[in-house]
């Protein structure tokens, strides 16, 4: 069962093999005080969600971290440079996967791919290499020549994922990289990213989806108001939110019927309220409708010709 | 630096040249008015002058015009990369930052350069517009305009904070320097104090070059009996070294919010 943590936990001191150690970051734009004195430490092939309500200051801190804003105060060492002084140096190091798609709808897949490659300096036969290899991770290698504007929002977010990825990047920001897509591309994505953090990319991800979290991310941040309420691994944070009280979900096997499971449990001296029908929604959506992209059958008009 | 904004001048010229109706506003527009107010205007205006002469002003009229108009719309583009968040995404890349509007003022001016040759090149065809005449002197104006609208067009296009704010304003000035810069009728014939205030706008240098080269048959020096261009291309690379200044300003302020 779910449980809400309001307990703050402090982050662990950063170590030689830290990918980012951040201490008591703030930025402020005007009055608002988007990041207040975040301390947050990833270590070196770790997968760490960053989760916060809108507004929390997630996406400022990934600009802040990746370059592209000056923090006002404390300090940020990304693979051991500052952000702010390191600049093109940092930026041959790490991916930044955006929350809107950042892509050139006149060019075609390829042509985004080709282009993106080149800022990064990946020239020659490792361009011809990088963009085969993005294509055929986004699953795309049918559509490499269609204009980005004729495709799907799940396509899109796909090649959005893989432009981020041609230079081989040692430490990549998600931010949202699965938002407003259907449940095939959705799982596509996650299954690339999945493969990021097995080949041992420090992944920092933020996104609205809990599940995705509990999923891949070896440890879970949780932001609000511009600082960090919470860190640990997901039993960590169960814990520290008082998991004496916390309930928990049963998994019944075939056969089982809920009410005898009920009256077993009492009969043993648990205390039980009931047994509740939960349903996987999304893999029971996968196992009826397959795993299977759906990129040439959209019905409703969503993708155009190419 | 070179490198990655000849990267990014060639993403421009492959997204402009796939949308159709930019390319024929850019090419076709110019060469229909200038025929319209070529074919109203033809005829000598005069002995002093060397041919056509209301077609020549027609011609140098759009190619002024017409042009910044085009090179706005070009560099607007910087307008919707933002929106789009592609701007940002250029930026995380190791090379483009520094080269994002050095390869936007590079398209735009090799955009300029084949639309003024296009342009004087139709005039030559069918009005006689004296192009090659002079040739050094009129290549030299053309690269010199094209270096000075495509600033132009980047600072604009960097001031605004939006795309209708871009649209609205820049058509606004650019009809305004046109009018009092000469590219409506010939400053010649407006009175004294009119002269003086078009000289605030680069239209009137732009304008009083091409007139110089396609009426009086002008050259780089001035002659005993007609001023050459020298003095409106230097001013015209004064003023472009300016509005270059200031659009790298306005795009670190509002472009690049660190």
């Known amino acids: 069962m779910q449980t809400t943590t309001t307990t703050s936990i402090e982050s662990p001191p950063g170590t030689g093999d830290d990918a980012l150690v951040v201490r008591g970051l703030t930025k402020a734009f005007g009055s608002t005080r988007a990041v207040d004195g975040l301390n947050l430490s990833v270590a070196k092939g770790e997968a760490v969600g960053l989760l916060g309500p809108n507004g929390a200051g997630k996406s400022t801190t990934l600009s802040i971290l990746s370059t592209l804003l000056d923090a006002d105060g404390g300090t940020a060492e990304v693979l051991g440079l500052d952000p702010g002084a390191a600049g093109p140096d940092l930026r041959r190091r790490i991916g930044v996967v955006p929350q809107d798609i950042a892509l050139y709808g006149g060019l075609t897949a390829k042509e985004n791919l080709e282009l993106f490659a080149e800022l990064y300096g990946v020239a020659g036969s490792a361009k011809r290499d990088r963009v085969s290899w993005a294509l055929d991770a986004a699953g795309l290698e049918a559509r490499s020549g269609s204009r980005v504007d004729t495709f799907s929002g799940g396509m899109k977010r796909r090649l959005n994922l893989v432009c981020a990825l041609l230079h081989g990047p040692e430490l990549v920001f998600l931010d949202e990289p699965t938002a407003g897509v259907d449940p095939q591309s959705r799982n596509h994505v996650f299954e690339q990213v999945e493969a990021l953090h097995a080949a041992g990319t420090t992944l920092i991800y933020t996104t609205h989806q809990m599940g995705e979290v509990e999923r891949l991310c070896d440890r879970i941040v949780i932001m609000d108001r511009g600082r960090s309420i919470a860190d640990g691994t997901l039993e960590e944070l169960h814990q520290a939110s008082g998991g004496a009280g916390a309930a928990r979900q049963l998994r019944l096997l075939d056969g089982t019927a809920p009410a005898e499971a009920v009256r077993v449990l009492a009969d043993a001296g648990i205390r039980a309220e009931g047994v509740e029908a939960k349903r996987d929604l999304e893999s029971i959506f996968l196992s009826l409708t397959g795993r299977e992209l759906r990129d040439g059958s959209d019905a409703d008009g969503e993708e155009g010709q190419a | 630096m070179l490198h990655s904004a000849l990267i990014l001048a060639r993403k421009d010229l492959r997204l402009f040249l796939r949308d159709r109706t930019a390319v024929m506003l850019a090419f076709l527009l110019p060469i229909v008015l200038a025929t319209v107010m070529g074919t109203a205007m033809g005829g000598p205006m005069g002995k002093m002058m060397v041919a056509s002469s209301g077609a020549s002003h027609a011609f140098s009229s759009m190619a002024v015009m017409m042009l910044m108009f085009n090179l706005v719309a070009s560099a607007g583009t910087l307008q919707e990369e933002r929106s789009e968040g592609t701007l940002d995404r250029l930026r995380l890349t190791p090379s483009a930052g520094p080269a994002i509007l050095f390869g936007k003022l590079l398209i735009t001016m090799a955009m300029a350069l084949v639309q003024l040759a296009v342009l004087f090149l139709f005039g030559a065809a069918f009005f006689d517009v004296p192009v090659f005449e002079n040739a050094a002197a009129l290549t030299a104006t053309c690269i010199v305009w094209a270096m000075t609208a495509s600033a132009l067009g980047l600072a604009f296009a960097t001031a605004a904070r ?67 261009i020298a003095v409106p291309l230097a001013v015209l690379l004064l003023i472009t070294a300016v509005l270059f200044f200031l659009a790298h300003r306005f795009y670190r302020a509002r472009f690049t919010v660190r």
């Open chain 2, 162 to 228: 939006t795309r209708k704010q871009l649209e609205g304003l820049s058509t606004l000035l650019i009809l305004g320097m046109s009018a009092v810069g000469g590219a409506w009728f010939p400053r010649e014939i407006a009175p004294a104090w009119f002269q003086k205030v078009g000289l605030a706008t680069p239209v009137a240098w732009a304008m009083d070059a091409f007139h110089r080269i396609l009426w009086f048959g002008s050259g780089f020096t001035d002659t005993a009996e007609h001023p050459g």
